[in-house]
């Protein structure tokens, strides 16, 4: 199994900036998985925002976050993180890490999930 704790979450004003992380532990190929960040908005289904690929190569991001916000991971810590810049109110959701085994940046396919973190984006 692999575990997924993200932290970084909390309250900011508009325009300002948020880096969220994830750590992985527990029984983990994290070097051969892709990664990917996920989002639920109140009353929303959740949504795809970024993925990166098993060795950083390649990475995909929701339109919607494009050009704001950045995914890097660093392989040797385990960790994944997500530079979040020029927030706006939409941006307010649970923020979840999750793993996917097959390693591509996809929009889909992830099999464990973290907990989430609470980003709240004040206008």
């Known amino acids: 199994q692999v575990q997924l704790v993200e932290s970084g979450g909390g309250v900011v004003q508009a325009g300002g900036s948020l880096r969220l992380s994830c750590a992985a532990s527990?029984?983990?190929?994290?070097?051969?998985?892709?990664m990917g960040w996920f989002r639920r908005a109140p009353g929303k289904e959740r949504e795809f925002v970024a993925a990166?690929?098993?060795?950083?190569?390649?990475?995909t991001y929701a339109d919607s976050v494009k050009g704001r916000f950045t995914i890097s991971r660093d392989n040797a810590k385990t960790t994944v993180s997500l530079q979040m810049n020029s927030l706006r109110p939409e941006d307010t959701a649970v923020y979840y890490c999750?793993?996917?085994?097959?390693?591509?940046?996809?929009?889909?396919?992830?099999?464990?999930w973290g907990q989430g973190t609470q980003v709240t984006v004040s206008s």
């Open positions: 990166i690929r098993w060795n950083g190569g390649s990475t």
């Open positions: 527990g029984r983990t190929f994290f070097s051969s998985y892709a």
């Open positions: 999750a793993a996917d085994p097959r390693g591509l940046a996809t929009m889909t396919g992830y099999i464990y």
